[in-house]
């Protein structure tokens, strides 16, 4: 099936300095990787939508600036938490969608950002 | 936007019985509803999905029923066993003509507890 690598798992950084996160798809291309945020025994809440080459769409409240997404091809996609916060502090899940099973997102298993 | 509401939150069943999670959505151009699992700690998993041209699905022991007009969803799962034992999200979508599904909106799921 299809594979979508996310790294790293666990990262902790302190206030003020900036993370990247990275998502790739290993077995097919990914048109478009999607961003969720997941809090403790919650839901997850979709961030952004990120198709290969063009800007990234996000969804209302969501700072673009705070959380910049780079989509440069097929099989990767990146998210920086710029100027990170501990209230940023959470569970960054992405997900990537392929050209055959378009409807069906395989997601990553997560980044665990811890904020100090 | 799309809402999505599950219910219930925690689910306990006894080994062997049917479980059933209910969902209901609001935005009636919605026409893709995935299911996840997902375990502590790790990604989630799609168990099924159906569309909205399909008013029920069914792969073994797990089952999706699709109610239309009455924007609700249900996920059935027969003969539980322990390893059911996880959190369960039903989430919805919209499809575009020529394109594949936006991001998902996510019920705030289901804790089912399968009792030995």
């Known amino acids: 099936g299809a594979v979508v690598s996310q790294h790293p798992s666990w990262v902790i950084c302190k206030s003020g300095t900036s993370v990247k996160i990275e998502c790739r798809s290993l077995?097919?291309?990914?048109?478009?990787m999607f961003w969720y945020r997941q809090f403790p025994k919650q839901s997850l809440m979709l961030m952004a939508t990120?198709?290969?080459?063009?800007?990234?769409?996000?969804e209302q409240g969501v700072e673009k600036d705070k959380f910049l997404i780079n989509h440069a091809s097929l099989t990767l996609s990146t998210l920086t938490v710029t100027s990170a916060h501990p209230e940023d502090s959470s569970f960054y899940i992405c997900?990537?969608?392929?050209?055959?099973?378009?409807?069906?997102?395989?997601f990553g298993a997560g980044t665990r950002l811890s904020v100090l | 936007g799309e809402n999505v509401e599950q219910h219930p939150s925690t689910l306990s069943v006894q080994e062997g019985d049917s479980a059933v999670i209910k969902c209901t959505y609001s935005d009636s151009a919605s026409n893709y509803f995935p299911w996840y699992k997902q375990e502590l700690g790790k990604r989630p998993q799609l168990i099924i999905d159906i569309r909205s041209n399909v008013g029920e699905k069914k792969d073994q022991r797990i089952a999706v029923t699709l109610n239309k007009t009455a924007k609700h969803f249900s996920l059935h799962i027969t003969e539980t066993q322990p390893e059911d034992s996880a959190v369960y999200f039903c989430?919805?979508?919209?499809?575009?003509?020529?394109?594949?599904?936006?991001?998902?909106?996510f019920g705030k799921g289901t804790h089912l507890i399968i009792q030995p």
């Open positions: 077995d097919f291309q990914a048109t478009t």
């Open positions: 997900s990537a969608r392929g050209l055959l099973a378009k409807n069906i997102q395989y």
């Open positions: 990120s198709n290969e080459g063009s800007k990234a769409t996000y």
């Open positions: 989430a919805a979508s919209e499809t575009y003509s020529g394109g594949g599904a936006d991001g998902l909106t």
